[in-house]
């Protein structure tokens, strides 16, 4: 029997992947910072490990005689500025190289195409080549979350070419599912006001991901040999539209979202003000208030998951429609 420890498994890939690799037959492990916390890991049969991964030697006792450390622990919208990024996310992962590599594991880091950078979405052409071969372009300063997920990606990267560690990376898009609390929980609350605002004409095809489909992509990586060292794109589970994602969030909602049409230039102005405000008020999240988050309403999804279809053979098992629909359920009864 594998033995496999997760970082981050009350999260929602950590999640996920504690529910695939139990059905699979591994026996888990959790490094978990509040046993408090971790009562749905418990009722899985996960051995729990106290540990931050900010604690090295935490993370390299958990990690003894596992075979596979999935590193899925990052801090997505902490307050604070580069600092609260730069530790969790770029020291966290050196320390699960670290562990890792004492143990003798394999090392699964999941990513994300913030490694692009907020304009490298832009320069990425498909049937140009894979994109993860493409060229990576510089990172704004203040892009705080990008940067870390571009240096802890490099870090393991490294490791893996100077043969401390075998590794491999998963660069998933917006992730949606059950347990999320990030996503879904910011658009239902915008879509459970009296009205929302409808900005472009929801054509675009959305850049999301199940979490479950990530969850899949992560395993399949981390047990094929020709994934050591290579980064995949997971970025889709099939084409949806924006609006048949609305139409979809509101059947999981159980109720019909009035509509109020916001031009583009208006919305833009509103959305750098808002920035400005949250970021002076060091508000969590508010770094994702830029021009990605309406190019991400109005422009289609930039990214492929050619590679992990061509090398590793993945395919999406979800229907986005049913899978969207159910995510809003589940946050409805939060």
Known sequence: MSIALITGASG???????ELLRR??????????DRARADWLAAQDVELRDG?????AAFVRAAEGAQVVFHCAAAITPRGGWEAF??????GTRNAVDAAARAGARLLHLSSVAVYGPDGRHALTRGAGLQELQPLLPIPDAAWYA??????ELLVMEAHRAGRVWATAVRPCVIYGPRDRQFIPRVAAVLRAPVAPRIGDGRAMLAIVHARSVAEMAVRAVTNEIAGGRAYNVTNDAPLTVREF???AQVGLGRRVRWMP???????????????????LHVPGSALLNATALDFLLEDNPFSSERARMELGWTSSVDPQTAVAEAFASCARR
């Open 12 to 18: 929602l890939v950590g999640s996920h992947l504690v």
């Open 24 to 33: 699979d037959g591994w026996q888990l492990r959790a490094l978990v910072r």
């Open 52 to 56: 931050d991964t900010q604690d090295g």
């Open 86 to 91: 730069r530790a969790p996310n770029i020291d």
């Open 147 to 152: 940067r870390s997920k571009r240096e802890s």
């Open 246 to 248: 609305h139409e979809a």
């Open 262 to 280: 916001v031009p583009v230039a208006l919305a833009q102005g509103a959305l750098k003000l808002a920035g400005v405000a949250m970021r002076a």
